[in-house]
């Protein structure tokens, strides 16, 4: 069923410090936000309930995705650190070096990691470890995403690229889809992925590259928002945003399917209400969707996302 609109923004946590990124984990369904300078960790369970802010020992911090609810895995600069033991005192391993970006699979238990030199390393969680395999990358991937059971990978070429399909953790396996991307798309460094819909977008930047999925066939567009949004995210086939001036955007599939020339109108907005600038989000749910925003001041912020037809 598609969203209609987002409601009822409530602050669940402060963690006092800029935050940076965001990552989910579905089982048990929790929101992982992460800051830095200092770094901390904030997890807040998606269900309701106290949450935990953990200090971490690191200078910085830039990315996160979640193994367990008691195993992380972090990037500040180009190094990439485990953090084990989250329930009670962290502790910190370095599991890979000249990392340029990190994602992890919403299901937990994988994580890839992309190198500047064009490689890439899946991470995988051990008994008492998180295991690192570096492996060889086809083409050049200049942004990735995992979602259920697949990984999607933008590799640079003609136009604007390739968007490419693989099954599993990593992108080794043939590809199962691909999709050309426009010429608009070639700068765009950052992909959010899932079944109906997926985006490709740079922070602070008003155009972004959907691609839409109907009858099993791939088609991709430049679209063009109202302002620069500083992140995004997607569910079922509707588009969320967050921007700078506090405020969120949901655009739903026609909107989408229907942009044309100009800027798109969101197909419902939310002002947040937040004292920061909101700078990283999360979806939890499909079923009751959430969507998650952390800000620049350390506020964690809670929004409903209201599906059409629900009274």
Request: some cysteine; hydrophobic content about 45%.
């Amino acid at each position: 069923m598609p969203y209609k609109s987002l409601s009822s923004p409530r602050q669940v946590v402060d963690v006092t410090a800029e935050l940076r990124a965001s990552a989910v984990l579905a089982s048990p369904s929790l929101v992982a936000m992460l800051s830095t300078d200092p770094v901390r960790l904030a997890m807040q369970p998606a269900a309701g309930g106290t949450g935990k802010v953990t200090p971490v020992a690191l200078d910085a911090a830039d990315e996160v995705a979640m193994l367990s609810r008691d195993v992380a895995v972090v990037r500040s600069g180009d190094d990439v650190w485990a953090l084990l033991d989250l329930a009670h005192t962290a502790k910190i391993e370095q599991v890979a070096r000249d990392a340029r970006a990190i994602r992890g699979r919403p299901s937990g238990e994988a994580a890839l990691v992309l190198g500047w030199d064009g490689g890439a390393t899946a991470l995988t969680l051990g008994k008492h470890e998180v295991n690192a395999r570096p492996f060889a990358l086809r083409g050049t991937v200049r942004a990735f995403d995992l979602e259920g059971n697949e990984t999607f990978v933008v590799v640079d070429g003609a136009g604007g690229g390739e968007l490419r399909i693989h099954p599993g953790a990593t992108p080794e396996p043939a590809a199962t889809g691909r999709v050309a991307l426009p010429a608009g798309a070639a700068e765009l460094d950052r992909v959010r992925a899932g079944g109906p819909l997926s985006v490709v977008f740079k922070p602070g930047r008003r155009e972004v590259c959907v691609v839409q999925q109907t009858g099993g066939r791939l088609s991709a567009k430049m679209i063009e928002l109202e302002v620069s949004a500083t992140d995004l995210a997607v569910s079922d086939t509707s588009l969320f945003a967050i921007f700078a001036d506090g405020r969120a955007a949901l655009y739903d599939g026609a909107a989408l399917a229907g942009a044309g020339e100009g800027a798109l109108g969101p197909t419902a907005t939310l002002r947040l209400g937040a004292r920061g600038e909101p700078t990283t989000m999360a979806l939890t749910g499909r079923a009751s969707p959430t969507l998650w925003v952390g800000t620049g001041a350390g506020e964690v912020l809670q929004v409903g996302v209201v599906k059409k037809g629900a009274v």
